[in-house]
Each structure stands twice: as C-alpha cells, then as structure tokens.
C-alpha cells in the first residue's frame, strides 16, 4: 500500500457514494477518530442501514485522485494498519455468527473496499441513555430504573462474552431507547483496543 499527502477536512465519503454497487451513503453520522458511521441505504434489502468504516485519521487519508481510497499517510503505519483491519474482521466475523442477539445494533456484514474495511450494522433511531439522564424534567431515573432499563443490554452482553466477544467502551452514549422503548448497545465495531493510533 503506497503512501499518500494528507488531507484535511475530507475525511468522509462524500454523499450519495456507493459502496460494493448496493449501498448508497446518504449522511455522515458520526467521526470518532477510528471509525466514520454513516447513515446509508441498502439497494437491495430497500432499507436505511448503518455503515462503520474503519478510518483511523492520525495513520491514513484519503486518495486525492478518487476521493474514496484509504491510504497510510507513513508506510512504517501500514503494519498497524493491517492489524487494526484484522481485528476489526475478526469481531465482525464473530457477531455475525451470533446473529441476531437481541439488544444490540447487529453487525449483518462486512466487505473490504477502497483500502479499509466496512461493518454493515443495524439502524436504530432513538435517543442515548446520556441524554435521557441529563435532562432536568421529568422523574429523576433511580439505581434500580437504571437496572431495569439496562437489562436487555446485560443479557446480551452475557451472550457476547460467552463467545468471547467484548464492547471495551460501554457509556451512555452508545446505549440507544427507541420509540418502542427498546434499549440498544450500539458501538462494537469501534476499534476501542487500538485507540493508540488516534493518540
């Protein structure tokens, strides 16, 4: 993999992209540092997915020419790069085999394009647990509220774990309570043990 300029402010796919001729990214939803979320739909099943590609800004940008490939801006990151591509496979491979557990955003697949490598993952639209806990109306959600609230996220960490599958970052944030008052743990696909390379 050959070594390109960096680039600033151009790190997202650009709307309206299509990816693996079936997948049309239509917003940016998200940027962490390691990942980029889009919000895409799915040509073929007529439905709005997610899309979590794997881009750990510090180590990479993207092509000029195309606008799409992802390159390591130094060769001597491309071994960590490979790595981090690895594990991110890894984990996809292994929630897909578990699918679906319920309450958590599935991983339904992955495909290698462009130089990186994509997680397609259920959408669920809501608000975060960290919002519902700082708003200052309404009754004040206590230990117990908490609990009950959470346990469909407990038991299926209980499954994931067994299969040796873990979050790594877990926070209110990334937990989601849909209009129909499901509660889902979003996030698996975040590179979390590779954070050093956003450093």
Known sequence: ??????????DALREKTTLQDR??????????????????????????????????????????DDEKTVGCVQMYHEELFEKMKERFIKKAKGLIKLYPVS????????????GTVYGVEELFTGITLEHILEKKSGRELGFE????????????????HKAGISHGNIHPGEILVTRE????????????????ADG
């Not at 975040?190 to 050093?196: A, F, G, K, L, T």
């Open 1 to 10: 993999m050959g070594t390109q300029k960096k680039q600033k402010n151009n």
């Open 23 to 64: 997948y049309q990214i239509e917003e940016v939803k998200r940027q962490s540092g390691l990942t980029i979320e889009y919000l895409a739909y799915d040509k073929f099943r007529e439905k709005k997915i997610l899309i979590r590609e794997l881009y750990p800004r510090n180590i990479v940008s993207r092509n000029p």
């Open 103 to 114: 309450g958590i955003s599935n991983v339904i697949t992955f495909f290698e394009e462009n």
């Open 145 to 160: 509220d908490v609990m009950a609230l959470l346990d469909p996220v407990i038991c299926a960490l209980r499954v994931l």
């Open 181 to 196: 008052k499901e509660v889902i743990l979003t996030g698996f696909l975040e590179p979390v043990e590779d954070s050093v």
